[in-house]
């Protein structure tokens, strides 16, 4: 299972760290990946992570977001900073191996956290 959390609402220029937990399956052999979608917008991917914990960003988040991992918590953040109003969207975590998480085809997603941006 994977579980997002951290989300919420906060003013332009803040910050949010997404947390994502994963449970029953082989978390340090998988790459693990945010996604967003914005209202009447496809998903997005936005930052990924190997399981070597090598970090590739969107050019929309590159320099504000940064993911990590815990591989000792099975867990998997994302900490979001200067914030704007068009990061808002519902946040979701992806776990699976590398191709298909970058693919959008993970072998697991989050239920979604919703980000809010706005004054």
């Known amino acids: 299972q994977v579980a997002e959390s951290g989300g919420g609402l906060v003013q332009p220029g803040g910050s949010l760290r997404l947390s994502c937990a994963v449970s029953?399956?082989?978390?340090?052999?998988?790459?693990m990946a945010w996604y967003r979608q914005a209202r009447g917008k496809e998903r997005e991917l936005i930052a990924w992570i190997t399981r070597n914990a090598a970090a590739n960003y969107a050019d929309a988040v590159k320099g504000r977001f940064t993911i990590s991992r815990d591989n000792a918590k099975n867990q998997a953040y994302l900490e979001m900073n200067d914030l704007k109003p068009e990061d808002t969207a519902v946040y979701y975590c992806?776990?699976?191996?590398?191709?298909?998480?970058?693919?959008?085809?993970?072998?697991?997603w989050g239920q979604g956290t919703q980000v809010t941006v706005s004054s």
């Open positions: 029953g399956v082989p978390f340090t052999l998988y790459a």
């Open positions: 992806s776990a699976g191996y590398y191709d298909g998480v970058r693919a959008g085809t993970p072998d697991y």
